[in-house]
């Protein structure tokens, strides 16, 4: 058995009005699309006349204000009314061949205005011949319509909202002005505003990214000044946007500030000239998030609420279109500008990071531009891959530090792949690229130094590590460059691990120091760290001279210290209590010196 479905027309209304729409101030765009769908028709079927949208504002004392918006447009007949005010979800097809997007006269767009009034009244005279009629519909979706005399009333259509007393605030005339204007900015046909004191003509003046867009170059300097002025942005470049598909005219602005990929994009989009959103996000591809656009369209497809376009062929091309200008502009700075290239991705370095991690095309265009920070300083990418046959990379800071004082000194650049991003960069460079890619650790290089023969240094070596016994440190004789470092500190990741968790451990309860503890057993066997003294240091050689053991003992905890420091690891209490005793002493013994110094 087949069965209707019932429509509570209420529930309808209310669902259309208060849940379709994300701001009860489109009320004013859909009254304004209304209009300029009306005139469209009437210009389709007389050709051409003088447009007009009038939008006046009623106030008296005692009453909620009311507001009359009037336009010169095509109008409708009496069966035009019943066909298409009463029945939801029908559009009118009579202008369907002036305007592709076309959801309907009314309709739907009109029922947006019980966000803000209880009743709408229209009346209406169609340029098809008739009398004028009057509509008046309730918020529980009843209707009544009279057929008027015909008076002389012109050709055209005035809608009149009572306010609630919850909404006079889109009643004010300022409130009401800006919202005409942020919708109909740049449409074609004049809108006027007035409340009999007051009035404006809120587009007489289009702003000047329209002119630029179609091909003014010369206006490049006015948009970047109406952005700063109407948008609050200090716009670093401005980038004409055209195109074919889906109607594209319009401006890119690069903001001045470093953006995250993902962050709420605040495009404003006109359709056919009027305003849709100033967040739609679906139009442009995802990695433009470093631009924000001023773009009209002719050819898109609105979704119900015309706050977003659907998904189809048609915006697919769009964005493709819209894509393929924007790397157009990179690509003209790569040829054309390189210090404007370098200074957009020093600024947009994480977002732009991230799109070259994903996009192949977009990677190849920008891998070499990519600054990185190396043992022999920071450098481009494509720079580093011209000196050095083999990309060698570190991705731990500290070890980086440790390697970066070594590296050099045997003809070798190390590449500090810490920060976000940069890992998957090196890896997608070298096989993009076809070049070598090494992970490389401080042990590495310890392992590569040059041993020194062991007869005689037994005992120097056993004094050393004597020196250090309670700091969980070994020490071995090398000879390395540069000869000016004395020594290097070798600390792996592991023993870094350790020293976090025990001091963790310092401030943790019984239960969780138990716990911390099991953990730390797992890398007991690897807690040493290596001190290696340089052979090729003045200072060391002179050290294996040194028979007073207090003073061998100071100077080789003190060598330990600053190893410490030079490696940029992390000061523990011992070493703090080194570095404070061996000062001590050494400033002691120079006194003693310049004392015995005086007497002799």
């Not at 979800?89 to 803000?116: H, N, P, W, Y």
């Not at 940069?422 to 041993?451: H, I, N, W």
């Not at 020194?452 to 020490?475: H, I, K, M, Q, S």
Request: hydrophobic share 45%.
């Amino acid at each position: 058995m087949e069965h209707a479905f019932k429509v509570d027309l209420r529930g309808m209304i209310d669902l259309l009005s208060n849940h379709l729409y994300s701001d009860p101030s489109v009320f004013v765009r859909e009254l304004l699309q209304n209009g300029v769908d009306a005139i469209t028709a009437r210009r389709a079927r007389e050709g051409a006349f003088e447009p007009a949208i009038l939008a006046r504002l009623h106030r008296r004392e005692g009453e909620l204000p009311l507001l009359e918006f009037r336009d010169n447009g095509v109008g409708l007949t009496e069966a035009e009314v019943h066909e298409f005010l009463a029945t939801i979800g029908r559009s009118s097809k009579r202008i369907s061949e002036a305007r592709d997007t076309f959801l309907g006269q009314f309709g739907i767009g009109l029922l947006s205005c019980f966000m803000v009034s209880g009743e709408i009244e229209l009346v209406t005279r169609s340029a098809a011949g008739g009398p004028p009629v009057r509509w008046r519909a309730q918020a529980d979706g009843t209707y009544t319509l009279e057929v008027l005399e015909d008076d002389g009333l012109d050709i055209g259509t005035t809608v009149r909202l009572r306010a609630r007393e919850d909404t006079d605030f889109y009643f004010e005339y300022g409130e009401l002005r800006d919202a005409l204007a942020n919708y109909g900015r740049i449409l074609p046909f004049p809108i006027h505003v007035t409340d009999g004191e007051q009035y404006d003509h809120v587009n007489a003046v289009l702003p000047p990214w329209l002119a630029f867009a179609a091909g003014d170059e010369g206006r490049r300097e006015e948009v970047l000044a109406y952005a700063r002025a109407e948008l609050n942005v200090e716009a670093l470049d401005v980038i004409p946007l055209r195109g074919e598909e889906g109607g594209l005219l319009g401006v890119a602005l690069v903001l001045p500030y470093a953006t995250q990929r993902g962050s709420r994009q605040w495009h404003s989009v006109y359709l056919k000239r009027m305003l849709l959103g100033s967040d739609l996000s679906n139009l442009l591809p995802e990695w433009a998030f470093f631009v924000r656009c001023l773009l009209n369209v002719e050819r898109l497809h609105p979704t119900a609420s015309r706050e977003a376009f659907y998904e189809d062929d048609a915006l697919k091309a769009a964005r493709e279109a819209l894509g393929a200008q924007l790397r157009g502009y990179i690509e003209g700075l790569a040829a054309r500008d390189p210090g404007r290239l370098e200074a957009l991705i020093a600024l947009h370095h994480l977002p732009i990071k991230a799109l070259a991690t994903e996009d192949d095309d977009f990677f190849r265009l920008l891998a070499h531009e990519f600054t990185f920070e190396t043992s022999t300083g920071r450098m481009k990418l494509g720079e580093y891959a011209a000196r050095f046959p083999v990309l060698r990379m570190v991705t731990n800071l500290d070890q980086f530090r440790q390697i970066a004082q070594v590296a050099s000194a045997y003809g070798h650049s190390v590449i500090n792949a810490v920060y976000t991003y940069d890992v998957p960069l090196l890896r997608k460079y070298a096989s993009l690229f076809g070049r070598e890619l090494e992970e490389v650790d401080a042990q590495t290089y310890a392992l590569s130094l040059e041993d020194v023969a062991a007869g005689g240094l037994e005992d120097f070596t056993a004094r050393a590590n004597a020196a250090l016994a309670t700091l969980g440190c070994e020490v071995s004789v090398k000879r390395f460059e540069p000869a000016e470092l004395p020594a290097l500190l070798i600390v792996t990741n592991e023993q870094r691990l350790l020293g976090d968790i025990e001091a963790a451990r310092e401030v943790a309860d019984e239960l969780f120091a138990e716990f911390l503890d099991d953990y730390a057993a797992e890398y007991e066997l690897v807690r040493v760290a290596r001190l290696h003294l340089n052979l090729n240091h003045p200072l060391v050689q002179d050290l294996l001279h040194v028979r007073d053991e207090a003073v061998f003992a100071r100077l080789v905890q003190m060598l330990y210290v600053q190893a410490h420091l030079l490696g940029h690891h992390p000061m523990r209490s011992e070493e703090l209590a080194l570095l404070s005793g061996g000062l001590s002493d050494m400033m002691r013994w120079g006194l003693r010196a310049a004392h015995l110094g005086a007497l002799n």
